[in-house]
């Protein structure tokens, strides 16, 4: 079995058999490595038509970030057992699509790497370059493929990996009266994050009263939620975001979110995984990775109403500029 080193693939595979006929199944790219060949699939479901607003999941850009991939698998694995028996599902379906991109970089996750095959970062990988300082390295880089956070060479195509994303959200998600993407990453902290654009400056969003519409609904409909809603600027700004050049090439309302798990809360039970560099980006204990697996459900969820329900909550008028200043204060304390 070619994919014994990336069970998550053959998740994925047995996932796609399983859904069928709801399916729509594409392989955006096909990736090699050691001689072997990885699809990367795109999975849709729901209604086609460009009338109805998306909704699109996409994890494993940074192949070391295994549970983003799993976080989108199981939520996936949950839908379609639902499928078989829940008619809301089904109604819910019929005004919305979805869109799955849940193992974007195999290449990578099959060498245990953040970056793909050719040693880029794909979340560095944009062509679009940040306003104001980037921390050094972490930011992005051009001086080497050998270097973590390479940005690959400039003026270049992008790698593969990053074109099928731009393809598919431009294909499915950009073209609609409302989008949204949820990107599956881990990184080291010890809270779950939202970040929403911007990555490349500080400088805030022209959506941002939808974003902090958007937030106001999760923490009313779920005030025990414990995530950190914030702009990816807050905590670092940098080169090449594939969400900050999607987004500025949106012509409607889309809106790009990034879940980073906090890493830091496996880690601390466990500090023997900081000198295990996959250990240190995922859950390894059997129960950590179910609650991990358990935790982001309700989110995805929401997310699903959230966009089908767009008509309801979007600020229009006098609630967009008050929902605008709010956020102005909550984000950027102006
Ligand atoms: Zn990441």
Redesign the pocket.
């Known amino acids: 079995m070619p994919e014994k080193n990336l069970p998550e693939l053959i998740t994925l595979k047995r996932l796609i058999d399983e859904g069928g006929k709801h399916l729509e199944v594409g392989t955006s790219c096909t990736v090699a490595m050691d001689g072997r060949q990885f699809p990367v699939y795109t999975i849709a479901l729901g209604n086609p038509s460009p009338d109805v607003p998306a909704l699109g999941f996409f994890g494993g850009?940074?192949g070391l970030?295994r549970i983003?991939t799993q976080v989108v698998l199981s939520f996936m694995e949950s839908l379609l057992a639902r499928l078989r028996w829940d008619s809301t599902l089904h109604q819910q379906l019929e005004s919305m699509r979805l869109v799955f991109m849940p193992l974007v970089n195999p290449g990578g996750m099959w060498q245990a790497t953040?970056c793909n095959p050719q040693g880029v970062d794909l979340?560095r990988n944009a062509p679009l370059s940040a306003v104001e300082k980037v921390p050094f390295m972490l930011g992005g880089q051009t001086f080497s493929h050998h270097l973590p956070w390479y940005r690959g060479v400039q003026g270049a195509p992008m790698e593969p990996e990053a074109e099928a994303v731009c393809e598919v959200v431009t294909r499915e998600l950009l073209p609609r009266q409302f989008s949204m993407a949820l990107d599956c990453?881990?990184?080291f902290g010890l809270r779950d994050r939202i970040w929403f654009p911007h990555a490349h400056t500080a400088t805030p969003i022209p959506h941002l009263a939808d974003i902090g519409a958007l937030e106001q609904l999760f923490s009313q409909s779920y005030p025990n939620h414990n995530y950190v809603f914030e702009p990816q600027s807050r905590q670092y700004r940098t080169h090449g975001d594939l969400w900050d050049y999607l987004y500025l090439n949106a012509g409607k309302v889309f809106l790009p979110l990034t879940l980073?798990m906090g890493s830091w809360l496996w880690v601390k039970k466990n500090p023997r995984q900081i000198f295990d560099r996959i250990a240190i980006f995922n859950p390894t204990a059997r129960h950590r990775l179910q609650r991990v697996l358990r935790r982001h459900l309700i989110l995805f969820d929401f997310l699903m109403r959230a966009a089908n329900s767009h008509g309801r909550w979007l600020p229009e008028g006098m609630a967009r500029t008050i929902q605008h200043r709010r956020a102005l204060t909550q984000w950027y304390h102006t």
């Open positions: 850009i940074h970030e983003g953040r979340m990453h881990s990184g980073e």
